[in-house]
């Protein structure tokens, strides 16, 4: 069976950081596109972040200079380092492999 298990949610504060995980199993992850998005609430599902097979990366305007997508193939996992994190951030951020697979989603609160 194959999935995407994200971790790594939380409440901060405005100014502070977070580093998000999503690992996967059941498929061979470094022979996908990987992108996190992010849904707020009453607000339309977000594209924040892609990386390319070969670790081209891409940022939504939104996020650019503070947020960085990487991954690890020998780990089957993917990250989103999320810094200066706002309150707009706030979002249940969601990883997704390719056109196939999404995970069940992490909640990130900034707050004070």
Known sequence: QS?????????????????LSCVGSGFTFGTYAMKWFRQAPGKELELVASISVGGGVDYGDS???????????????LYLQMNNLKFED??????KAGLSYWGQGTQVTVST
């Open 63 to 77: 996020v650019k200079g503070r947020f960085t997508i990487s991954r690890d193939n020998a780990k089957n996992t």
């Open 3 to 19: 999935q995407l298990v994200e971790s790594g949610g939380g409440l901060v504060q405005p100014g502070e950081s977070l580093r």
């Open 90 to 95: 706030t979002a249940v951020y969601y990883c």
